[in-house]
């Protein structure tokens, strides 16, 4: 049995979901340019995985005398798992447009090509250098980059299904200080936080803790949040986000950028769902907007990436640098980004939505 949807909606956590997805998509058009206007764009999926911890955490902690295991894993399926077989595909039709070739001009075969499709719709990284690692640079999901993180999603739900919920609320708050202080010394070490998307150089275990501190914070504060008197939270909110994106990567020793980063979602994120979550005094205009964000957002993330893969190779990148400026790719840039947005509702209104519909 299905289980509805009784509490009421934070609408304002939908709208700050699709600010970030955009985010991202701004990021990804800089990504492989100089002087990118968003250093620390990538930052958005931390955030993501914090408002999937506090969802999460708020949705169904108290229904688990209702719901077994399976019908949780069955939900998080309906809600995920569509738009990870979509991007897959598309993935796997512009690895094809594209010709097939890894970026150093090597020829994959279409097996592997489909062989590299089926693993994504399944979920099963590909190991560096492995056949169907199809582009060779590391990626664990080399035809929709971006299904790293909904990898470790799918580890978050386990462990929430299996231990978190179980967890006291003293335990729980134990898990996040320590993953907390691990994500700190990772984002020190490495200068940055842009990790989790490839198994190299303990990628696995970097995307873990990376997932596993803001999880766990969302799930905490979901079971202590009390709402306080906040007004205009989405604007507020999301410029918070949009300075925390584009404010300059901090120079000097790589330690500093990496602290700053962990400040971030250490301190900054959680306090802008806790706001974000308090504002119940907004309109229905503001109402409709987030939820529009809210809910183009997941197909937003899962469509873009192949298709800028398409844009990655027009601008000349061989896996070490691309031929382009900004000045010249730009007109290349705003084809792709209005392709991404268009692909996304239509997947949304067409396939997203009548596919969970009919599943749930």
């Known amino acids: 049995m299905?289980?509805?949807?009784?509490?009421?909606?934070?609408?304002?956590?939908?709208?700050?979901?699709?600010?970030a997805a955009l985010i991202v998509i701004v990021y990804h058009v800089f990504e492989l340019l100089p002087g990118t206007p968003v250093p620390h764009g990538y930052l958005a999926v931390d955030f993501f995985f914090i408002l999937s911890g506090f969802v999460i955490g708020y949705a169904y902690d108290s229904r688990w005398g209702k719901m077994t295991t399976g019908g949780f894993f069955k939900r998080r399926l309906i809600r995920l798992h569509p738009m990870v077989v979509m991007g897959a595909v598309i993935g796997a039709v512009t690895f094809l447009i594209?010709?097939?070739?890894?970026?150093?001009?090597?020829?994959?075969?279409?097996?592997?090509?489909?062989?590299?499709?089926?693993?994504?719709?399944?979920?099963?990284?590909?190991?560096?250098?492995?056949?169907?690692?199809?582009?060779?640079?590391?990626?664990?999901?080399?035809?929709?980059?971006?299904?790293?993180?909904?990898?470790?999603?799918?580890?978050?739900?386990?462990?929430y299904a299996i231990l978190l919920r179980r967890l006291q609320k003293w335990a729980l708050a134990v898990l996040c200080a320590v993953s907390g202080v691990l994500l700190a010394c990772i984002s020190a070490r490495d200068g940055f936080l842009g990790v989790g998307w490839s198994m190299l150089d303990n990628g696995f275990w970097e995307g873990l803790v990376r997932m596993l501190f803001p999880y766990t914070m969302g799930m905490l504060m979901a079971r202590v949040f009390r709402p306080a008197k906040v007004k205009k939270a989405f604007l507020l909110c999301g410029l918070i986000l949009l300075i925390v994106a584009i404010l300059p990567a901090i120079g000097g020793e790589a330690w500093r950028n990496g602290l700053f980063e962990a400040f971030c979602v250490i301190i900054i994120f959680p306090c802008m769902v806790w706001i974000g979550a308090s504002d119940s005094s907004y309109g229905e205009k503001t109402k409709a907007a987030c939820s529009f964000l809210g809910d183009l957002s997941y197909p937003l993330y899962m469509v873009h990436y192949p298709l800028f893969y398409l844009?990655?190779?027009?601008?000349?990148?061989?896996?070490?640098?691309?031929?382009?400026?900004?000045?010249?790719?730009?007109?290349?840039?705003?084809?792709?980004?209005?392709?991404?947005?268009?692909?996304?509702?239509?997947?949304?209104?067409?396939?997203?939505?009548?596919?969970?519909?009919?599943?749930s």
């Open 2 to 19: 299905i289980l509805k949807d009784s509490k009421p909606h934070y609408d304002i956590l939908d709208g700050l979901r699709g600010v």
């Open 98 to 159: 594209q010709g097939s070739v890894k970026w150093d001009g090597s020829h994959v075969g279409t097996g592997l090509v489909m062989l590299a499709m089926l693993c994504a719709m399944l979920m099963i990284p590909a190991a560096p250098g492995s056949s169907y690692e199809v582009r060779g640079n590391g990626e664990m999901f080399p035809l929709n980059g971006p299904s790293w993180s909904l990898f470790f999603e799918y580890i978050g739900n386990i462990l």
């Open 311 to 359: 844009y990655y190779s027009y601008i000349g990148f061989d896996g070490n640098g691309v031929s382009m400026t900004f000045k010249e790719a730009w007109p290349a840039a705003l084809i792709v980004v209005a392709a991404s947005l268009l692909l996304a509702v239509l997947c949304m209104r067409f396939y997203d939505r009548p596919v969970r519909n009919y599943l």
